[in-house]
């Protein structure tokens, strides 16, 4: 039977790309969106006429309600879950001063929260299994932190956190936790920068260019394929940010 993999937020950018790469290479995906279902839809009938295995769910994983209901389903119908990759997340662009405690809360329990939720509501089944994998999405401005995102970086920095301290405390279970830092990726999360900001910040990168979500997904596949790699904070920006 093929590896279980739950993907949150996977009905667009890189969470779709990440389905898609998984699904064709014969995981059995679990497609989770909150609002998009028009795109996870489409996910699911693109990947089914192509021989893949595709569930998709929608539940709202900033909340113990949502997370509870996806890992049900997927213990219900398939007994055991393999892999999580926690890619649920929302960015808000504006001065830290101008921020509201409806904002911190929304972002950090999108961003943040789900991950903690999600990775609490899997690992008794993984650790039960002595094997699993977790992939948290983190970002460069978690690794350095960006102006006018200031909960977006907090809420980043706080996945690498729980990332290393996890990978620690769930090792002897043969359970590994690494988190990926992507920088400037296309996708519509970054669809707020004008083409003007969009040149400045490739003549920043050393690679001379802006990542697209297939970069990310390479790096996912790489680590399920990997066997001794746990507690990292993998950046993926083309040498925008060197640490």
């Known amino acids: 039977m093929s590896e279980i993999v739950i993907i949150t937020g996977a009905s667009r950018g890189i969470g779709r790309e990440i389905a898609k ?29 192509q021989g893949a295995k595709i569930d998709i769910v929608q539940a709202d994983v900033s909340t113990r309600e949502g997370t509870k209901k996806l890992a049900k389903f997927v213990l219900e119908k398939y007994g055991r879950i393999d892999i999580l990759i926690n890619n649920a997340g929302i960015s808000e662009y504006k001065l830290f001063t101008e921020e509201t405690d409806e ?23 993984m650790v039960h299994n002595k094997k699993g994998l977790i992939i948290n999405m983190s970002s460069a401005w978690g690794v350095v932190g960006g102006s006018l995102e200031v909960i977006y970086s907090a809420s980043k920095a706080g996945i690498d956190g729980l990332t290393k301290s996890l990978a620690k405390e769930l090792g002897p279970s043969n359970i590994r936790v690494n988190s990926i830092a992507p920088g400037m ?16 910040i490739e003549e920043e990168i050393p690679l001379g260019k802006i ?18 790699t746990t507690g ?5 920006n083309g040498g925008w940010i060197i640490t």
Not at 232 to 236: A, D, E, L, M, P
């Open 211 to 228: 990542g697209i979500p297939e970069d990310v997904s390479k790096c996912v596949e790489w680590l399920i394929e990997d066997k001794y």
């Open 21 to 49: 790469r998984l699904a064709k290479k014969g995981l059995t995906v679990i497609a989770n969106y909150n609002k998009s279902e028009k795109e996870a839809e489409e996910l699911k009938k693109e990947l089914e006429e």
């Open 103 to 125: 904002d911190w809360n929304k972002i950090i329990n999108t961003n943040l929260y789900s991950v903690f939720a999600m990775s609490q509501e899997v690992i008794p089944n």
């Open 185 to 200: 990726i296309y996708t519509k999360m970054n669809s707020k920068f004008s083409k003007e900001e969009l040149k400045e």
């Open 232 to 236: 990292q904070v993998i950046s993926i």
